[in-house]
């Protein structure tokens, strides 16, 4: 049949035609296909493509529903500034459910609606291996840091570590113990060495000055002790026990008018004292200065009224001012205080006597 209708258009195409009987017999053309056949088919397609696609979106609910509900709070990530529209990377509407279940975050919206795709940067959660591998990192560079300070630090025991626990004024403490312990056992050397090794460590340590002077004075060496309370009074020109100590000193050796000195330049700091006040009433009477004397010791009877030899020592310097009656009184008043020894009440009454 295709044969025949190829010769027939051949024929056509030529223009002929070929009798036969009353009528002519032209090319017949080939029949066109229906268009209601493509449109049928067209329309299949479409309902396998639905079919298909339903079919997919309940598998992929699914999967959703299968996947496990988290329950916690949202972390709060701040967005880095947005991009131009040129780095905006379009995701298919598809792809959000597939970000659902893989656990990426849906992507966000642009300002026509159209999903975009945020990139941010995910920290990676510290799970609990990672916590216990940081603790036992850091124990271990503690330990290390104890070792090492071990190496650097004396040890326990060391006489270093023990120095430095131990003040200046504790060490002479212990010097100034062991001399004393010295000088009751006999070893006087030893405890003058134990003195000097305390005064050596703390220079104001007084106490240890007054002990190496007594043992000194009692061994006769007073040009030492004097030394030794020269530079207790340089350090201290307040102390007046070490002014009358080296007063005393320098009146047995006859200097009475460098004694007073070292009384005077103390007296300011030693004015409420009474035996620091008889004793340079008794130098200035020494010094035929009777007036001086008189007022000073007017100021050690004020603090101790009662005592007898201060009260003989005030008659004298009165007597010798022609100051009877005051001097009479002052004598009196050391006979009934009932302190003199029985030589000095024998003096006191002769004194009487003589006004």
Same mark, same amino acid.
């Given at each position: 049949? $295709?044969?025949? /209708?190829?010769?027939?258009?051949?024929?056509? *195409?030529?223009?002929?035609?070929?009798?036969?009987?009353?009528?002519?017999?032209?090319?017949?053309?080939?029949?066109?296909?229906?268009?209601?056949?493509?449109?049928?088919?067209?329309?299949?397609?479409?309902?396998?493509?639905?079919?298909?696609?339903?079919?997919?979106?309940?598998?992929?609910?699914?999967?959703?529903?299968?996947?496990?509900?988290?329950?916690?709070?949202?972390?709060?990530?701040?967005?880095?500034?947005?991009?131009?529209? *040129?780095?905006?990377?379009?995701?298919?509407?598809?792809?959000?459910?597939?970000?659902?279940? $893989?656990?990426?975050?849906?992507?966000?919206? !642009?300002?026509?609606? &159209?999903?975009?795709?945020?990139?941010?940067?995910?920290?990676?959660?510290?799970?609990?291996?990672?916590?216990?591998?940081?603790?036992?990192?850091? *124990?271990?560079? %503690?330990?290390?840091?104890?070792?090492?300070?071990?190496?650097?630090?004396?040890?326990? +025991?060391?006489? !270093?570590?023990?120095?430095?626990?131990?003040?200046?004024?504790?060490?002479?403490?212990?010097?100034?113990? &062991?001399? /004393?312990?010295?000088?009751?056992?006999?070893?006087?050397?030893?405890?003058?060495?134990?003195?000097?090794?305390?005064?050596?460590?703390?220079?104001?340590?007084?106490? %240890?000055?007054?002990?190496?002077?007594?043992?000194?004075? *009692?061994?006769?060496?007073?040009? !030492?002790?004097?030394?030794?309370?020269?530079?207790?009074?340089?350090?201290?020109?307040?102390?007046?026990?070490?002014?009358?100590?080296?007063?005393?000193?320098?009146?047995?050796?006859?200097?009475?008018?460098?004694?007073?000195?070292?009384?005077? &330049?103390?007296?300011?700091?030693? =004015?409420?004292?009474?035996?620091?006040? %008889?004793?340079?009433?008794?130098?200035?009477?020494?010094?035929?200065?009777?007036?001086?004397?008189?007022?000073?010791?007017?100021?050690?009877?004020?603090?101790?009224? +009662?005592?007898?030899?201060?009260?003989?020592?005030?008659?004298? $310097?009165?007597?010798?001012? &022609?100051? +009877?009656?005051?001097?009479?009184?002052?004598?009196?008043?050391?006979?009934?205080?009932?302190?003199? $020894?029985?030589?000095?009440?024998?003096?006191?009454? +002769?004194?009487?006597? =003589?006004?």
């Amino acid at each position: 049949m $295709s044969l025949i /209708n190829q010769v027939l258009n051949e024929l056509e *195409s030529r223009g002929a035609t070929v009798p036969l009987g009353e009528q002519t017999i032209r090319a017949v053309p080939p029949r066109r296909k229906s268009h209601a056949v493509r449109y049928v088919l067209v329309a299949v397609a479409l309902v396998i493509l639905l079919v298909a696609g339903k079919w997919y979106q309940g598998r992929t609910m699914t999967v959703v529903h299968e996947q496990p509900v988290v329950t916690a709070m949202p972390k709060v990530v701040a967005l880095p500034p947005v991009a131009p529209a *040129s780095a905006i990377v379009s995701v298919p509407v598809e792809a959000t459910s597939m970000m659902a279940v $893989s656990g990426v975050s849906a992507p966000a919206a !642009d300002l026509h609606g &159209k999903p975009v795709l945020v990139v941010k940067s995910e920290e990676q959660p510290v799970t609990a291996p990672d916590v216990k591998k940081a603790a036992r990192h850091k *124990s271990r560079q %503690a330990a290390d840091r104890t070792a090492d300070d071990a190496d650097v630090m004396p040890a326990e +025991n060391s006489p !270093d570590l023990e120095l430095k626990k131990v003040s200046p004024q504790q060490r002479a403490e212990n010097e100034f113990r &062991k001399a /004393n312990l010295a000088l009751q056992e006999g070893r006087t050397n030893d405890a003058l060495a134990g003195y000097e090794s305390a005064l050596l460590i703390d220079a104001s340590y007084k106490d %240890a000055r007054k002990a190496w002077v007594s043992v000194l004075i *009692s061994l006769k060496r007073n040009e !030492d002790a004097e030394r030794v309370l020269q530079k207790g009074l340089k350090r201290d020109p307040h102390d007046a026990s070490f002014a009358m100590l080296m007063a005393r000193l320098q009146v047995e050796r006859g200097a009475m008018q460098l004694a007073l000195d070292t009384l005077q &330049k103390t007296l300011p700091y030693a =004015e409420d004292q009474a035996d620091y006040q %008889a004793f340079l009433a008794a130098l200035l009477q020494r010094q035929n200065l009777q007036e001086e004397a008189v007022a000073h010791y007017q100021v050690a009877l004020k603090l101790a009224p +009662n005592n007898g030899i201060w009260l003989m020592g005030l008659g004298i $310097s009165l007597q010798a001012l &022609k100051r +009877n009656d005051d001097a009479r009184n002052a004598y009196q008043r050391a006979l009934a205080s009932n302190s003199l $020894s029985a030589q000095l009440q024998a003096f006191v009454q +002769n004194k009487l006597k =003589e006004l």
